[in-house]
T-cell receptor, first 116, second 112 residues
């Protein structure tokens, strides 16, 4: 089974400052990794995903994440945040095999609050 | 191109009642998964449907059941509602492949 740990429940940051949201995973098999964002009263929007290849993944809205297999981490970063980035961010893992039938396992989320 | 559509958006039910939630997947997607997201928590996997069959199930009681139709749309049914079933129910669609899922905006269920 897979599991995800998001180490920070809340991250306050000033506008235009850099931010890192941490995610660690546990799995006995290879995995695919995802970051989703959730704005208040909305569903989940995919920010980026790691399936294979380059360990540095670039996503939407200026976010990027780096897959580190030795540290079993997939931290999300943005060099300069905006007020509009205030939202809940979820890291998720899925068994790394093609084909259907593989569920997403989510972390408990990190609330990013961008302040002026 | 329509994404994942869920209905209704909000619902209030009484304990002991039954509820049906509906989901239309994104065009081109054939797999539908349902997740329950309690307040302040991450989404929890309920089950997944592919080719009109339940393919995988999470740790949810039999009160939670589902169905997938030939057009790939899906329903989630919950019987004998409990106060603890109050949550945001998310539908996600995908294809049988390595990619991620596309989520709908969810149905907010409140049990009173």
């Amino acid at each position: 089974a897979q599991s995800v740990t998001q180490l920070d429940s809340q991250v306050p940051v000033f506008e235009e400052a850099p931010v890192e949201l941490r995610c660690n995973y546990s799995s006995s098999v290879s995995v695919y990794l995802f970051w989703y964002v959730q704005y208040p009263n909305q569903g989940l929007q995919l920010l980026l995903k790691y399936l294979s290849g380059s360990t540095l993944v670039k996503g939407i809205n200026g976010f990027e994440a780096e897959f580190n297999k030795s540290q079993t981490s997939f931290h999300l970063r943005k060099p300069s945040v905006h007020i509009s980035d205030t939202a809940e961010y979820f890291c998720a893992v899925k068994r790394g095999v093609t084909g259907g039938g593989n569920k997403l396992t989510f972390g408990t989320g990190t609330q990013l609050k961008v302040e002026l | 191109d329509a994404g994942v559509t869920q209905s209704p958006t909000h619902l209030i039910k009484t304990r002991g009642q039954q509820v049906t939630l509906r989901c239309s997947p994104k065009s081109g997607h054939d797999t539908v998964s349902w997740y329950q997201q309690a307040l302040g928590q991450g989404p929890q996997f309920i089950f997944q449907y592919y080719e009109e069959e339940e393919r995988q199930r999470g740790n949810f009681p039999d009160r939670f059941s589902g169905h997938q139709f030939p057009n790939y749309s899906s329903e989630l049914n919950v019987n004998a509602l409990l106060l603890g079933d109050s949550a945001l129910y998310l539908c996600a669609s995908s294809t049988a492949g390595a990619g991620g899922y596309t989520f709908g905006s969810g149905t907010r269920l409140t049990v009173v």
